[in-house]
């Protein structure tokens, strides 16, 4: 079977590598070099430097130009395969390929339709998330599915669960072309009563607060990015949380708004609760364990609070 590739991100790469084990994927199309990083040097995209160590030829666009529809037709691909490329794809290229044009989508749909379906997950403290093989259609993921697979949510980072659902789905994607070539795939149609949507997280809405309860500021730690950071003012100064778990022990030791250091170990009281945080970053420096940051932090009544 001969495959084109679209996608972008880390997310993406082992739909790529998962694909090139058992297909022939015969173009990659891709999001052009960009910075992705502090130095400020443009570098090429996560799929773009898995498919130039692949030996795969590469398109890079942002939008479906003509050129990059001559590209399409000139690969005589079997079935176009999408993971997270990040353009919006023009009807004909919907019907290019004989198979069609499939998408892996993290999420179990109809639920979190849309641009961050892992960390709304987290956030909600969902049981489970997931994997779609859908079809791409006119709204924001509204296609029909073919198949689904799930894994636990409970305690995972963002950057853990979305590099689960990433293998997940290249595994799934991979099964299930099988069954697109041979027509036996069973398409659902999405039960528009139980939609819902995966906004995309904004920085605001991440920021930990003394006056709400430990579960829901730990889902924000755990559903952090660099792009919408879990960030917090604590002993006078901006940091980010990088990891914490919920704390054992008397929460009595800890009201909502106090730091505690104790035993190397810091402790954040909220409004029912309390949080033992493990990494932070405190802003201009490098992240480090608790227990470094706590050498540096001095004196009684320290207190911890929302950003403005």
Same mark, same amino acid.
């Given at each position: 079977?001969?495959?084109? &590739?679209?996608?972008?991100? @880390? &997310? #993406?790469?082992?739909?790529?590598?998962?694909?090139?084990?058992? &297909? $022939?994927?015969?173009?990659?199309?891709?999001?052009? !070099?960009?910075?992705?990083?502090?130095?400020?040097?443009?570098?090429?995209?996560?799929?773009?430097?898995?498919?130039? $160590?692949?030996?795969?030829?590469?398109?890079?666009?942002?939008?479906?130009?003509?050129?990059?529809?001559?590209?399409?037709?000139?690969?005589?691909?079997?079935?176009?395969?999408?993971?997270?490329?990040?353009?919006?794809?023009? @009807? $004909?290229?919907?019907?290019?390929?004989?198979?069609?044009?499939?998408?892996?989508?993290?999420?179990?749909?109809?639920?979190?339709?849309?641009?961050?379906?892992?960390? *709304?997950?987290?956030?909600?403290?969902?049981?489970?998330?997931?994997?779609?093989?859908? *079809?791409?259609?006119?709204?924001?993921?509204?296609?029909?599915?073919? #198949?689904?697979?799930?894994?636990?949510?409970?305690?995972?980072?963002?950057?853990?669960?979305?590099?689960?659902?990433?293998?997940?789905?290249?595994?799934?994607?991979?099964?299930?072309?099988?069954?697109?070539?041979?027509?036996?795939?069973?398409?659902?149609?999405? !039960?528009?009563?139980?939609?819902?949507?995966?906004?995309?997280?904004?920085?605001?809405?991440?920021?930990?607060?003394?006056?709400?309860?430990?579960?829901?500021?730990?889902?924000?730690?755990?559903?952090?990015?660099?792009?919408?950071?879990?960030?917090?003012?604590?002993?006078?100064?901006?940091?980010?949380?990088?990891?914490?778990?919920?704390?054992?022990?008397?929460?009595?030791?800890?009201?909502?708004?106090?730091?505690?250091?104790?035993?190397?170990?810091?402790?954040?009281?909220?409004?029912?609760?309390?949080?033992?945080?493990?990494?932070?970053?405190? !802003?201009?420096?490098?992240?480090?364990?608790?227990?470094?940051?706590?050498?540096?932090?001095?004196?009684?009544?320290?207190?911890?609070?929302?950003?403005?």
């Amino acid at each position: 079977m001969r495959v084109v &590739f679209m996608g972008t991100p @880390d &997310f #993406a790469v082992p739909s790529l590598r998962e694909l090139a084990s058992r &297909f $022939e994927v015969v173009l990659v199309l891709t999001r052009p !070099d960009a910075v992705r990083s502090r130095g400020k040097k443009l570098e090429p995209s996560p799929v773009k430097a898995a498919a130039l $160590e692949l030996d795969i030829p590469v398109t890079e666009a942002t939008r479906i130009t003509p050129e990059v529809m001559d590209r399409l037709h000139e690969a005589e691909a079997d079935i176009f395969c999408v993971a997270a490329y990040g353009c919006i794809l023009p @009807d $004909e290229v919907w019907h290019m390929a004989p198979l069609g044009i499939v998408n892996v989508h993290a999420s179990l749909l109809p639920r979190w339709r849309g641009a961050a379906p892992i960390q *709304r997950a987290i956030l909600a403290g969902d049981e489970r998330a997931g994997i779609s093989i859908m *079809r791409i259609g006119h709204g924001v993921d509204t296609g029909a599915y073919c #198949a689904q697979a799930s894994c636990s949510v409970a305690g995972k980072t963002a950057d853990e669960l979305t590099a689960e659902l990433a293998q997940l789905g290249a595994d799934l994607l991979c099964d299930t072309l099988p069954a697109l070539a041979d027509e036996t795939a069973v398409w659902t149609e999405q !039960d528009e009563s139980l939609v819902t949507h995966a906004q995309k997280i904004s920085k605001a809405e991440m920021r930990l607060d003394p006056q709400e309860s430990a579960l829901v500021n730990l889902r924000r730690v755990l559903a952090s990015s660099d792009a919408a950071p879990a960030r917090c003012i604590a002993a006078g100064k901006p940091v980010r949380i990088m990891r914490a778990v919920a704390a054992d022990g008397d929460a009595s030791m800890c009201a909502a708004g106090e730091l505690v250091c104790q035993s190397k170990r810091i402790y954040i009281g909220c409004s029912d609760g309390m949080l033992e945080i493990t990494s932070v970053k405190p !802003d201009g420096k490098r992240q480090m364990d608790a227990s470094a940051w706590a050498a540096g932090l001095h004196g009684d009544g320290l207190t911890w609070g929302k950003l403005s």
